[in-house]
């Protein structure tokens, strides 16, 4: 048996992080993540005024319930989605202020559109520097009254946590109908975290009712990120060993934990208990049909492995994979073609058919999924390369490494 420690959760780091900055006192993150996206988001803290003391494996926030200490500031979001809808949202609260956000040109094409319609519906003074709907962007701050939203979360589930999460910094709290809403799972690691900093959301169905009041400091523990475990897991069911990954049990709060029921839908044999989850490969795969729309972070996963399961796998409802760091459907469809397999696509599914894939250069538009999941294909296709390996900074700097240690222990037999 192989045990991975995985890094702590991007989508938590982050959570914490606002919900830190929020909180009256200061907040200690046990093991939150370190990586390109969590340190901007620390580093646009910091610009804002906010006292972020980071350790190796605990950082420090020093919370503003008032909003960011400074009048002014520019903000560089880099590639972070987290960063570039949670700090624009955040930096609204306040009393007053002029904060301006940017990011890479990647996060540029990503939409903002929903969130930032919500905000101006609310009062907020904000206006795109360019495209409509996009960063650079400039919120006029002068705090957030609060009141009824109508929100469409089809895109992203991060539009409505972000304005969850802006709630309590409001006057009057703030009740949210939900038309549309993917990634259903990641609300609730916003709500079960809002809970963890003092504050209590009612859902009602579609309709989230915020109370104002602000948020209470407190140490919080950074669970594993089970986006990056289905990586090992996928490794697991598709070479014959069984791997372990410990903090991620039956009540962790990432919905992605759920792949390794697809796994076991398709052969493999999964334990989880209180305090890890555990794959174990007991037969070749088989194909499916999933629908995938609530943890889509992980059908770049599925997709890399499902050559190599004895029937077709298709995937389904995975619209939004098209609008993250690229369009991962796409992507995963031409580099699987390029190695040779067979692939149907449509605006929202990818059906993927049985073959041998052969090396090949992955292109990876720049998209740490696309590399750690290809990463697993190259286990049963030795000669694969990435023409851009170092994007996995984005939220696992040591990928590599690890899983050419994971490698390493595969071929001694361990």
């Not at 969130?115 to 206006?127: I, M, N, P």
């Not at 750690?372 to 984005?394: H, N, Y």
Request: include cysteine.
């Amino acid at each position: 048996m192989t045990v991975i420690d995985i890094p702590g959760s991007k989508s938590v780091t982050a959570r914490a992080l606002f919900l830190a900055a929020a909180a009256n006192g200061t907040t200690t993150l046990v093991r939150p993540l370190a990586s390109d996206d969590t340190e901007g988001f620390a580093e646009g803290l910091t610009r804002l005024g906010y006292g972020v003391r980071r350790e190796p494996d605990r950082w420090h926030i020093e919370g503003r319930p008032a909003g960011p200490a400074v009048a002014e500031a520019d903000v560089h979001c880099r590639d972070g989605a987290t960063t570039a809808r949670f700090l624009p949202t955040l930096a609204a609260a306040a009393a007053r202020g002029t904060y301006r956000f940017d990011a890479s040109a990647q996060m540029r094409r990503r939409p903002l559109a929903p969130l930032t319609r919500a905000l101006r519906t609310l009062g907020v003074d904000l206006r795109h520097e360019g495209a409509e709907g996009h960063h650079p962007l400039t919120v006029e701050a002068s705090g957030v009254k609060g009141g009824e939203l109508t929100l469409d979360a089809g895109e992203s589930s991060q539009y409505l946590t972000a304005l969850l999460m802006l709630g309590p910094l409001t006057a009057e709290g703030l009740r949210i109908d939900v038309t549309e809403l993917v990634s259903a799972p990641y609300i609730e690691i916003t709500l079960a975290m809002m809970r963890g900093f003092g504050v209590e959301v009612v859902r009602e169905g579609d309709v989230f009712t915020v109370p104002p009041g602000g948020y209470r400091a407190t140490t919080y523990a950074v669970e594993p990120d089970a986006s990056t475990a289905s990586y090992f897991f996928a490794a697991a069911a598709l070479t014959g060993r069984e791997v372990t990954v410990p903090g991620l049990g039956t009540g962790a709060l990432q919905g992605d934990l759920r792949f390794t029921d697809v796994l076991r839908r398709m052969g493999a044999d999964v334990r989880t208990t209180a305090g890890r989850t555990t794959v174990t490969a007991v037969r070749p795969l088989s194909g499916l049909t999933v629908n995938m729309r609530d943890i889509s972070d992980t059908m770049p996963t599925l997709a890399a492995i499902a050559p190599f399961a004895t029937s077709p796998v298709r995937i389904e409802d995975v619209a939004n994979t098209r609008v993250k760091e690229c369009d991962r459907l796409e992507a995963c469809a031409q580099n699987l073609r390029s190695m040779g397999v067979t692939v149907h696509t449509g605006p929202d599914w990818i059906e993927i058919h049985p073959g041998t894939p052969r090396p090949a250069e992955i292109v990876t538009h720049g998209d740490h999924r696309i590399v750690m999941s290809f990463a697993v294909t190259g286990l049963r296709t030795p000669g694969i390369r990435f023409d851009d390996p170092g994007c996995v900074r984005k939220t696992f700097p040591g990928f590599h490494e690890e899983f050419a240690a994971f490698v390493a222990g595969s071929a001694d037999g361990k």
